[in-house]
């Protein structure tokens, strides 16, 4: 048969009362029944652009021919009947609860397709980065109270245009109506929010990290940052000494940020002089010398240990900027603002991002990015939304996040923090 429209269930009435609230499952069948819709094979044989409907549905809807993906929390909200009277309608339904994941619920999508063309893998999670980066937009512009500027008709053309080619096995057409599918996105997200928003991927190294899982982050093309101790970065260094020249050439790409500054990140700051705290950052900084013949220029750690003379001590060691954050699970000040100036008890400041970063391992962080990325679009003067992770441990949905900024910004730019941190002025306004 031949799919009209091609839509998913939220349970939401509008954009406005998008669910950010929802975790795990819940979160990443939303994701996927929406993501699925966007299969190149799909659009192609459909010749629409996937969309979306409430739930619970007052409204009058033409369900014939329709490919209809039901999350399981909304599936769980409806009377036993619905999804027989949607089938009776003439639609199709993929119930997420049933199905699975994003994959099993396109093989079931396919099978109703006569024929469906091959396309290879690596274009189709192009596709369906495409169709998270539409729903993210769509929900960040009425996140920051606006109706939406992209031009449907432009945009439809684009991207059956895509479709067509995916299908036909022109990888260079494909990508490139992809990309202009995109830039639609930024030009319509570029009328509430004209400047870039910066994101940053943070890995954080353990005691337990291995050099093998270290390594295998530094080989990601995009801009990382490492959070590593001195005492760390030389235990997995003695491990694999040819992660040092690994090290070396990715930092010099600047590819690489290291985030770090003592030696031992187990040392309670907070209880140690100025004096003691002056001489743990110099043991600290001339490991890394030592190892990578340079120093980490942003400060940050695991552990709790703000310390009330850390902004002072920063400063006369020359950082440029730190992490005002503890990802131990310790309370520690909160802020509205992303980026404040941390100051000293004799007056000193330095730049130090505040907001937590958010997990990269879970789905519900991706679903909750247009509320995070509009409330530093109200409260700062550059947006910087950050994803902490341990290595190797991230969620396809955070991989096709950085799918997306791989095409644009749309949805920010991954950076190194050091990017984030050259203009001070910038981050923390006059």
């Not at 349970?11 to 939303?30: M, Q, R, Y």
């Not at 009425?142 to 053309?157: E, K």
Request: hydrophobic letters at 40%.
């Amino acid at each position: 048969m031949a799919y009209q429209q091609l839509i998913t269930l939220l349970p939401c009435h509008s954009l406005d009362d998008f669910p950010f609230h929802l975790e795990g499952e819940s979160a990443a069948d939303i994701l996927a029944g929406y993501c699925a819709l966007w299969h190149p094979a799909l659009i192609h044989a459909a010749r629409t652009v996937p969309t979306w409907r409430r739930s619970e549905l007052g409204e009058e809807v033409n369900w014939e021919s329709s490919l209809v993906t039901l999350p399981q929390i909304c599936r769980d909200d409806m009377p036993g009947y619905f999804v027989d009277e949607l089938r009776g309608a003439g639609a199709t339904v993929i119930d997420c609860g049933e199905v699975g994941d994003e994959r099993a619920l396109i093989d079931c999508a396919l099978q109703a397709i006569d024929d469906p063309a091959e396309v290879a893998s690596e274009q189709v999670e192009d596709f369906l980065a495409l169709g998270l980066c539409h729903l993210l937009t769509e929900v960040l512009t009425v996140r920051m109270r606006y109706s939406t500027l992209l031009d449907g008709d432009r945009f439809s053309n684009l991207l059956l245009a895509a479709a067509d080619a995916a299908v036909a096995g022109n990888a260079d057409e494909t990508r490139e109506m992809l990309g202009r599918c995109y830039d639609a996105l930024a030009e319509a997200k570029d009328h509430f929010y004209p400047v870039d928003t910066f994101l940053f991927d943070l890995t954080l190294v353990a005691p337990t990290t291995s050099s093998t899982e270290l390594a295998g982050v530094v080989e990601d093309t995009s801009p990382i940052n490492v959070m590593i101790a001195a005492e760390q970065l030389q235990r997995v260094t003695e491990e694999d000494p040819a992660l040092v020249d690994t090290l070396k050439s990715a930092i010099a790409s600047d590819r690489l940020c290291l985030v770090g500054g003592e030696c031992d990140e187990q040392v309670p700051l907070g209880i140690l002089s100025t004096e003691q705290l002056v001489a743990e950052f110099n043991r600290g900084l001339a490991v890394y010398k030592d190892i990578l013949g340079m120093r980490p220029n942003i400060y940050g750690r695991r552990k709790f240990g703000l310390h009330p003379q850390l902004p002072q001590v920063l400063h006369k060691l020359g950082y440029i900027g730190a992490l005002h954050q503890s990802l131990d699970g310790t309370r520690c000040p909160e802020s509205y603002h992303g980026a404040i100036s941390w100051q000293s008890i004799d007056g000193s400041s330095i730049t130090a991002l505040a907001r937590l970063p958010l997990s990269a391992t879970v789905p519900e962080s991706v679903l909750r990015l247009p509320r995070e990325l509009g409330e530093a679009m109200d409260h700062d003067h550059v947006a910087a939304i950050g994803f902490a992770h341990y290595p190797g441990h991230t969620s396809p949905w955070y991989q096709r996040l950085k799918r997306i900024a791989s095409f644009g910004s749309v949805l920010g730019n991954f950076v190194g923090l050091d990017a984030c941190f050259r203009d001070a002025e910038l981050m923390t306004g006059p």
